[in-house]
């Protein structure tokens, strides 16, 4: 059964880094385009980062462009999210996702493109 996993949430002060960890398994995803998603309470699920699993591909949310890095470990199977200089508006659970072999474009904002999920991590960011 393919099932994806994540980990490495918790809580900083503003400023701080945290790197999160996808963990693939149960089929293989290196044909698949990989995603990180977002959501607080009370607001939609937003657009944070995509990749090939290959690393041919990357593209940022605006809202993290510059901060946040996606990079993937095939020999792992593990995509990864590093996050640097978090902001009280980084709180949120974080969710890696899945998108079928051949998806490219704006589609990838989209967290309906995805069919794959994780179970989500919270990171939680504090003054």
């Known amino acids: 059964q393919a099932q994806l996993v994540e980990s490495g949430g918790g809580s900083v002060q503003t400023g701080g880094s945290l790197t999160l960890s996808c963990a693939a398994s149960?089929?293989?995803?290196?044909?698949?385009?990989m995603g990180w998603f977002r959501q607080a309470p009370g607001k939609e699920r937003e657009f944070v980062a995509t990749i090939h699993w290959s690393g041919i591909m990357i593209g940022y949310g605006e809202a993290v462009r510059g901060r946040f890095a996606i990079f993937t470990d095939e020999a792992k199977n593990t995509m990864y999210l590093r996050m640097n200089n978090l902001q009280p508006e980084d709180t949120a659970t974080y969710y890696c996702?899945?998108?079928?072999?051949?998806?490219?474009?704006?589609?990838?904002?989209?967290?309906?493109?995805?069919?794959?999920w994780g179970q989500g991590t919270q990171v939680t960011v504090s003054d």
């Open positions: 149960g089929r293989t995803f290196s044909d698949k385009v």
């Open positions: 996702a899945a998108a079928p072999p051949g998806t490219y474009g704006s589609v990838l904002l989209r967290p309906t493109t995805f069919d794959y």
